[in-house]
């Protein structure tokens, strides 16, 4: 026994000494002598070493993505940005950037500076380091996104509070005061952007900046005079310390090797290409070191030289990329690695000592694989998770205690749909599968999407983030949603009376009074005027149709499907390019614009208004030419003052020909050709509401010019947009630099 634990602690010991000797060797690689540089090109600049792939003006470097320029003041230039540091071993480099800020006094108001880099062109292979870089959000309720082409990431600095014994703390980074939150992989270009509702407008005696800056998370450390003074722009304003990746070459080893429009890279004898999903670059075989980039930049290591990181207890005799150790005549390597004179070892020994080692590696191999699986889940889901913005998300709700909203695991969600279930299924939509599901015993409706676009999937927690506080008795509720998955998953309240499609359109044939029809419609309004003014930008729900309108138990409407809808846009960039949205229902406009507003959504109402009064479908294939599409059918009739043909004979009495009147006009208005000329959701609810009130009044229908005045002009009232989202203008002092 006692034999047996010798023999495997030799064992061990061997290991970790293969481990150390691997890593030495790897880390020595990196150790270079003089810096590699085409012939009759400079190699330093001031005191920054300037190696190849890199080059001081265009024939010096591999191609002109690593173009650098030395000024007479010995600044070393990419692009306007100030090189600082290269590592060629590493893949990395340093440079100055910008930081940006947001400060208000009632002087000057608001005033911003919004600085970006950006990269991305076809001929630079850099990245900001996704290790080595963190977006950093400084102040007193500041909210800061960093836009790239290909993410959106956002963090919230909270302010102090000393009820909650939450205060900022020197060298804490986690919220309060200060929030910090990873790169993506793979960002060439960012702008800086605030969140204008998160200012310092009301904490600005104490607090009267907010900061922003993707910046080395090592070069950073949090201090609370960040907070109250200028200190952190004054010192990182045009001096901000970034770590950038680079390849050269956004290509994979076997791309770049048979390119023809660059170079290949790794020129040197003895060296190897190593790619990654950003490109490719290369380095020196084990036991060489140099400059891959350069014919014969990798030279031999000789090891013997060097008897710390290559121990050596006997004979050392270096050979082309290697060494070896040999012992003397009548001595032998013991596994420490030292030399010893021979004994007579019984056959026993090693037997035992082998079996021992293949049971350990055995064992070591499959937990291993084990946990290597575990961690590729786990990060698989991380990685979505982030995608989906999930950890602005998790922020935000950390700050808000309270707040209703829940983020829930892919587990949590199989287990209440009994596994999406096709039997659980209560309905198909547009954009995806909504299933029943019971979660702690209460009903909800899970609805998970078919797909997502890009630019869905980078604005989802921003969107969840806004969507989550939406509280109105006409919209039905989001309680969470789950990130973790490749296709974000939703979760709303449960809605049992189904849809106002079914009532209207459904085989009952129920007779459903004017009355219920103009509070379902009203109900309907209020909701959507609602998402229209609860957020800014405002939430477009562009999908409103009779089936995305519920009905609870009372018949009450209960607007759903706005988690599909995106985020009014607030940068040309960013306009949707894909017109979406159900036949019948769609604004005209918008289908030659690509451009979904407020006015989509109204024209999209009036189809429901028009389909409240006809109890026809918005669009019917079986029709004729023109009348396939209910709202042209309208207009037509409308047009030649047959419409009475056309309304729903169950309503059709005397009592009720005014209110179908004024609500057919309603609908004309909502269906102008001109979004411009609709009326506002808000003007629509109102108007309404003030059809419903004059209907409960016995008097209102005796005499008619009285109920004219009580409803109001339309004409002279509805048409103007009263400007009620209008853009507030920010000061922008253009602190801007790249590429
Ligand atoms: C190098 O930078 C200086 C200063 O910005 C500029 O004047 C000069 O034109 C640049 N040279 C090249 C080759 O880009
Ligand atoms: C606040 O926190 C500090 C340290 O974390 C603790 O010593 C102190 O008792 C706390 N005060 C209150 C009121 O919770
Ligand atoms: C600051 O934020 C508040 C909401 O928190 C908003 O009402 C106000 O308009 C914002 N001020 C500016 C100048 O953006
Ligand atoms: C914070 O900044 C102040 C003022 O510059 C300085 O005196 C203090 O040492 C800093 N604290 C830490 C922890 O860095
Ligand atoms: C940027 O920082 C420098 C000091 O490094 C300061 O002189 C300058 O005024 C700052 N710029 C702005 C716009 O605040
Ligand atoms: C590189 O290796 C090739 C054969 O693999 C050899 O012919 C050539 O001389 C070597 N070049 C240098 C510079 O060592
Ligand atoms: C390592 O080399 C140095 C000088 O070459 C020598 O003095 C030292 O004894 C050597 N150490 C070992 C462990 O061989």
């Not at 630079?124 to 909210?143: A, E, K, R, T």
């Not at 420490?336 to 004179?341: D, F, I």
């Not at 607030?570 to 407020?598: A, I, K, R």
């Amino acid at each position: 026994m006692v034999k047996l634990i010798i023999l495997s602690s030799r064992l061990v010991l061997f290991l970790s000494s293969a481990v150390w000797w691997c890593w030495t060797t790897l880390a020595a690689a990196g150790d270079v002598g003089p810096v590699a540089v085409r012939p009759g090109c400079q190699a330093r600049c001031g005191d920054i070493d300037v190696p190849y792939p890199f080059g001081i003006g265009s024939r010096c470097a591999i191609h002109s993505g690593f173009v650098l320029n030395c000024t007479a003041t010995n600044r070393l230039l990419t692009g306007t940005l100030e090189v600082t540091k290269i590592s060629e071993p590493d893949g990395k480099f340093w440079m100055n950037s910008f930081a940006s800020r947001q400060c208000y006094s009632p002087a000057t108001g608001m005033e911003y500076i919004n600085a970006w880099v950006n990269f991305r062109t076809s001929s630079s292979p850099f990245f900001f380091s996704p290790v080595d870089n963190n977006i950093i959000v400084i102040g007193c309720n500041s909210l800061a996104y960093m836009l790239s082409n290909s993410y959106t990431v956002g963090c919230l600095a909270t302010c102090d509070d000393s009820h909650d014994n939450t205060t900022a703390k020197n060298g804490v980074c986690a919220g309060i005061g200060c929030c910090q939150v990873d790169v993506p992989k793979g960002v060439q270009n960012y702008d800086s952007f605030f969140n204008e509702n998160y200012n310092t407008t009301q904490t600005w005696r104490k607090y009267p900046c907010n900061y922003m800056a993707v910046m080395e998370t090592a070069a950073f450390s949090f201090n609370t005079t960040y907070l109250t003074t200028t200190e952190f722009f004054d010192r990182y304003n045009t001096s901000l310390p970034v770590v950038m990746d680079w390849v050269i070459s956004k290509k994979t080893c076997k791309e770049a090797k048979e390119d023809t429009t660059l170079p290949y890279g790794c020129i040197s004898n003895n060296s190897d290409c190593i790619e990654n999903e950003l490109g490719y670059r290369c380095k020196c075989s084990r036991g060489y070191k140099g400059n891959p980039y350069v014919k014969g930049g990798c030279t031999d290591i000789d090891e013997c030289l060097d008897n710390v990181t290559y121990p050596c207890g006997g004979i050392c005799t270096n050979t082309l990329g290697n060494y070896e150790c040999s012992c003397p005549q009548g001595k032998h390597m013991t596994d420490s690695g030292v030399c010893m004179p021979n004994q007579k070892s019984t056959w026993v020994m090693p037997l035992v000592g082998a079996s021992v080692g293949v049971v350990i590696l055995v064992i070591g191999i499959s937990c291993s694989c084990y946990y290597r699986e575990r961690r590729k889940l786990h990060k698989i889901k991380k990685k979505y998770f982030q995608q989906h913005g999930g950890f602005l998300l998790f922020e935000e709700m950390k700050s808000k205690q309270g707040i209703a909203f829940k983020i829930f695991s892919e587990e949590e969600l199989e287990q209440a749909t009994n596994k999406f279930d096709e039997q659980q299924i209560l309905g198909h939509g547009g954009h995806g599968t909504v299933y029943k599901g019971v979660l702690k015993s209460d009903v909800v409706a899970v609805k998970r999407c078919t797909t997502i676009d890009e630019q869905q999937k980078k604005e989802f927690g921003k969107e969840m983030l806004i969507l989550s506080q939406i509280n109105h008795r006409n919209i039905v509720k989001l309680l969470g949603c789950c990130l973790e998955v490749q296709v974000p998953i939703l979760v709303y309240e449960f809605i049992p009376n189904g849809t106002l499609f079914h009532l209207i359109h459904g085989d009952h044939g129920q007779h459903i009074s004017l009355s219920t029809r103009l509070r379902i419609a009203h109900e309907s309004a209020e909701a959507v005027a609602y998402l229209h003014s609860c957020a800014s930008p405002p939430i477009l729900h562009g999908d409103i149709k009779s089936s995305n309108i519920l009905l609870d138990g009372d018949y009450m409407a209960k607007v759903s499907d706005f988690g599909a809808s995106i985020l009014a846009p607030n940068d040309e960039s960013q306009f949707v390019t894909l017109v979406q949205g159900t036949c019948g229902y769609l604004d005209p406009e918008y289908m030659q614009t690509c451009q979904l507003t407020e006015k989509s959504d109204v024209y999209s109402f009036g189809v429901v208004l028009l389909e409240l009064l006809t109890r026809k479908k918005a669009f019917n294939l079986e029709g004729l030419e023109h009348e396939k599409s209910l709202s042209m059918k309208f207009l037509s009739l409308m047009k030649e003052g047959k419409l009475v043909d056309i309304f729903d004979v169950q309503i059709q009495n005397d009592e009720n020909i005014e209110y179908i009147q004024e609500t057919a006009a309603l609908a004309r208005q909502c269906l102008e050709m001109c979004g411009e000329n609709r009326p506002t959701m808000k003007e629509v609810a109102e108007k309404l509401d003030r059809l419903r009130k004059a209907m409960q009044h016995p008097w209102a229908h005796q005499n008619p010019e009285e109920l004219d005045s009580l409803l109001g002009d339309w004409s002279a009232e509805g048409v103007v947009n009263t400007g009620n989202f209008s853009i507030e203008k920010e000061v922008v002092t253009g602190l801007k630099s790249g590429r």
